[in-house]
Nanobody
Framework: QAQLVESGGGLVQPGGSLRLACAAS????????MSWYRQAPGKERELVASITSGGRSTNYADSLKGRFTISRDNAKAMVYLQMNSLKPEDTAVYYC?????????WGQGAQVTVSS
């Protein structure tokens, strides 16, 4: 049974950093494109970043380039999102997603709150 479990969320002050982690199990992690999405209250879920199965290529939302970094460790079946210079508008639930053709899995989400 496929499962994605996010961790590392929490409360951080503006300008601070957080590192989200997503642990995968129950499927062949190294074959899947991994992505982070986020959903703020009252807004649609949006793509934050994605990384190809081998980790050689990444893609970011234009507004987040330079502040967020996605990475993966296929040996550990983990994907990470390093978030720097956080702003109040980054407050959202962050979701991990695995995708390969029509096979898609989602995590349960991790709350990130940026506030002083």
């Amino acid at each position: 049974q496929a499962q994605l479990v996010e961790s590392g969320g929490g409360l951080v002050q503006p300008g601070g950093s957080l590192r989200l982690a997503c642990a995968a199990s129950g499927f062949t992690f190294s074959l899947y494109v991994m992505s982070w999405y986020r959903q703020a209250p009252g807004k649609e879920r949006e793509l934050v970043a994605s990384i190809t199965s081998g980790g050689r290529s990444t893609n970011y939302a234009d507004s987040l380039k330079g502040r967020f970094t996605i990475s993966r460790d296929n040996a550990k079946a983990m994907v990470y999102l390093q978030m720097n210079s956080l702003k109040p508008e980054d407050t959202a639930v962050y979701y991990c997603k695995a995708g390969r053709y029509d096979s898609i899995y989602w995590g349960q989400g991790a709350q990130v709150t940026v506030s002083s």
